[in-house]
């Protein structure tokens, strides 16, 4: 039996801030994992010409229920304007995709 969890691809320009990303959300429990997928060569367009940047790509692993928060904070902490934040549903395996909810719990305050 698989379990549903979320998974968020962003990609960062550099290694500075994805450890940075990576670090606070991982602290924050937005994830419970990051993977940086590593160096790749993005061309876009972007405000009337054609760009090309060497960038960073980091794709995150959270619950649906932290997905949202997750993105919020990507938005946020993002260092570009229009940051490439996409995301999906995936299936897990049942102890992988348990593991990831367990992770991303809020901490109980008693």
Not at 34 to 59: F, K, M
Not at 65 to 72: C, D, G, I, S
């Amino acid at each position: 039996m698989s379990v549903n969890v979320t998974l968020l691809l962003t990609t960062v320009p550099g290694a500075v801030v994805a450890q940075k990303l990576a670090a606070d959300a991982l602290a924050a429990r937005l994830c419970a994992c990051v993977t940086q997928l590593g160096a790749v060569q993005s061309s876009y367009h972007w405000q009337g010409q054609i760009e090309t940047a060497q960038e960073i790509q980091l794709l995150f692993k959270t619950s649906p229920a932290r997905a949202r928060e997750l993105e919020q904070y990507l938005q946020a902490h993002h260092p570009y304007d229009t940051p490439e934040i996409l995301s999906w549903q995936a299936d897990a395996s049942a102890p992988y995709g348990q593991w990831i909810i367990a992770e991303t719990q809020r901490p109980l305050h008693v």
